[in-house]
């Protein structure tokens, strides 16, 4: 089992920045993929990026290329969502997932944490 807990949300003007922390526990996520999602209310779950156990590929949404970033610290089970020239559209609450199965630059989620709530405004 792997029990994930998402931090770092909050309230920031159009054109800041935030940072999100997931802490996993339970086992290692070195050979998880790890993915960020949102929600916001009346909307469907949207994938916003996935980075491989290594570290060394992302995928991201086309809405967010070139302005999130994701990235992992293995020894630490630690991922993190930089989100730099926030939109007041990426107001949602935003969780993160791992599975280990990535499938056309996607995971369903085999785990996932409460999420953390991101509130942009204009």
């Known amino acids: 089992q792997v029990q994930l807990v998402e931090s770092g949300g909050g309230l920031v003007q159009a054109g800041g920045s935030l940072r999100l922390t997931c802490l996993a526990s339970?086992?290692?996520?070195?050979?998880?993929?790890m993915a960020w999602f949102r929600q916001a209310p009346g909307v469907e779950r949207e994938f916003v990026g996935v980075v491989s156990g290594s570290g060394d590929r992302t995928y991201y949404q086309d809405s967010v290329k070139g302005r999130f970033t994701i990235s992992r610290e293995n020894g630490k089970n630690v991922v993190y969502l930089q989100m730099n020239s926030l939109k007041v559209e990426d107001t949602a609450v935003y969780f993160c997932?791992?599975?280990?199965?990535?499938?056309?630059?996607?995971?369903?989620?085999?785990?996932r944490g409460q999420g953390t709530q991101v509130t942009v405004s204009s």
């Open positions: 997932a791992a599975s280990r199965l990535l499938v056309n630059k996607r995971i369903n989620p085999n785990y």
């Open positions: 339970g086992r290692s996520i070195s050979d998880y993929y």
